[in-house]
């Protein structure tokens, strides 16, 4: 953990680009259980897959309220426990980042309809403008 975090310290520091968006995940205890691992992995990489399609260049977070989010991001992604931390609610802190809350079918993170996308939020998805043709 210490070195992935390190390791995200340094991305963040030097990265600048304009096309980035982080999706912060839920609560790891849970995501993490080995009975929801795959699903989670597959609902947030249909999320990234949605965005990569636009020509944005993806970085995934833990909920951790200890962890200030990619400052050169455009676009935090949240989910369930995401969209508390606190980085995430503090809109005065890095207001030039636009903030969407995946809300989900289901509250209980054990439920499978957790990990699926309402209609709601694929169509906030799928605003986000597309930077893929976007000349250099």
């Not at 990619?70 to 426990?81: C, D, G, L, P, R």
């Not at 996308?117 to 605003?127: F, P």
Request: glycine share 4%; charged share 30%; hydrophobic share 35%.
């Amino acid at each position: 953990m210490i070195l992935e975090n390190i390791h995200n310290l340094i991305f963040e520091i030097n990265n600048t680009q304009d096309n980035l968006i982080v999706i912060i995940k839920g609560n790891s205890k849970i995501i993490n259980n080995p009975k929801i691992k795959d699903i989670a992995d597959k609902f947030y990489n249909e999320i990234a897959d949605i965005l990569t399609k636009k020509g944005y260049t993806i970085r995934f977070r833990s909920s951790n309220d200890f962890v200030l989010h990619n400052k050169n991001a455009i676009y935090w992604i949240a989910h369930s426990k995401g969209c508390g931390t606190w980085d995430f609610r503090n809109k005065k802190l890095l207001p030039q980042i636009k903030r969407i809350c995946i809300t989900t079918l289901a509250e209980d993170g054990y439920s499978l309809d957790h990990y699926k996308l309402s209609e709601k939020d694929r169509k906030l998805l799928e605003e986000i403008p597309d930077v893929s043709h976007k000349p250099s």
